[in-house]
């Protein structure tokens, strides 16, 4: 018999990575439009805990409007005789993968940035209330981790007690962030990789230092000892740090090894430190990402709850997209907010001299480890709103970046290529067609800034290209 034999709904690894749309859902938990949410596990001694109690405060799923978003909060209680509070973090994470087993239910991100979304079908099957929410997750965890003997869960929707007891978790979440801080990655002869997220991007592996965070910002390097110790065929475990190759971008041949074999050789190298070169692969639960600012040579950061523009006009959804799915692209770095606090942040692209631009609200969160004399001079969408402002603030403030730029006078135009003659053109048909190596005129090369006599090679990955014929022009020199 099936330990989900009594659920309306079926439970299974088949069903990560399924997406909820607006207009397939039931019901929202939490999520971009709600200010309180948040899932928080807590460590308890066996006595202070009722095993398999469930306590509602507020509305349950059938008094919910269908179609309509909610505060939420959850509250996972456990015990066992080797259970410890370094624990808890990874405890909490491992919600983004047991949520996602249930059909019809979403989980994404992490701690306070949660957003779970239940669909119409699967609350129609009768998944329609909390309760059975709790008794999946009671048994997968009991299942899969069995060091966990006992646990209980408080769900939240009352606004009021939400807020209440938002307040609570922020602090709890400092605390465990603050005790890895003043370790250095030299310290350590192992990192800590996460293949949590795989089942959303495969290619992608978190690896967690002493001064760099899990992206998700809720696994340190202190999480991932205890885990990969309690749980050593889990989805945490050990990486040999090797042979340091670079000590400025943070590659080391052991981390390289292993991202190689859990990338499946998709990825090849990772450089910790920077967002440039072969950054650091992101999931999508990331917390904040540094994009790059070509007209200023400079990092901005927005954080998943920023809902405006961004100073160059993109918003947190577009950048997010650009370097989600354990890909690696050239200036958009995925990264928790803890990281921002490391001294290891960007060192590789210098760090917080090269940061020109953040919310507000991030800046306040963790001004008080940002240089002194660099914070004033980082604009937000408070004192600039367009990059013309960004400019003329970066100069006011005497930014160090600006000392870095050529006088305008300097700058030459960009020359434009002339379109070449065409003496014949023939049409046909689209069928099965191979596309080689391209090569770019050297005429163009000036354009996307490259010297003249270069030559080089567009491959494209992955790639579905459909058209209906083929044309193809013979051309004079």
Known sequence: MSMFEDIPVDVGIIYEGERIRGREMQVELGGPREDFKFELVQAKELDEIEDEKITIIGN???????????????????????????????????LH?????????????????????????????????????????????????SFIEKMQITFITDPEKVKEYYDSAMELYESR?????GMSDDDVEVFYGCSLCQSFAPTHLCVITPQRYANCGAIS?????????????????????????????????????VIREKSLGEIERVQLYTGFGYPHTSCGCFEGC???????????VVHRNYRDKTVNGLDFVTISDLTAGGRQVDGFHGLSIEYMRSPRFMQADGGWDRVVWMPEDIMDRIKEY????????????????????????????????????????????????????????????????????????????????????????????????????????????
């Open 60 to 94: 349950d799923l059938p008094d919910i409007p269908e179609g309509t978003n909610v505060p939420f909060g959850m509250i996972i209680e456990v015990a066992g005789t080797e259970i410890e509070k370094d624990l808890e973090g990874v405890i909490e994470r491992r």
């Open 97 to 145: 993968e047991y949520v996602n087993f249930i059909e019809g239910f979403m989980h994404l991100n992490q701690r306070y940035d949660i957003q779970m979304r239940l669909s119409k079908k699967s609350y129609q099957k009768g998944f329609n209330t909390l309760k059975l929410f709790a008794k999946v997750l009671f048994r997968l965890y009991k299942s899969e981790m």
């Open 177 to 181: 962030d603050a005790k890895a801080r």
């Open 221 to 257: 390097w202190f999480d991932g000892k205890a885990t990969a110790k309690v749980d050593p065929k889990g989805p945490v475990f050990e990486i040999p740090k090797g042979n340091i190759i670079d000590s400025l971008t943070g590659e080391y041949d052991g981390v390289n090894r």
């Open 290 to 300: 540094a994009f790059y600012i070509p007209e200023v040579d400079a990092y901005g």
């Open 370 to 477: 940002m240089p002194q004399e660099i914070a004033p001079k980082i604009a937000t969408e408070k004192t600039v709103s367009s990059m013309d402002e960004l400019k003329t603030w970066l100069r006011e403030k005497k930014h160090p970046i600006v000392d870095t730029w050529k006088p305008e006078e300097e700058k030459k135009p960009v020359p434009v290529a002339q379109p070449q003659q065409q003496v014949m053109q023939q049409q046909m048909p689209m069928a099965g067609f191979t596309v080689p190596s391209l090569e770019l005129p050297a005429s163009a090369l000036p354009m996307v800034g490259l010297p003249q006599g270069m030559k080089i090679k567009i491959i494209l990955k992955n790639a579905k290209i459909r058209a209906e014929k083929v044309i193809i022009r013979a051309e004079k020199e």
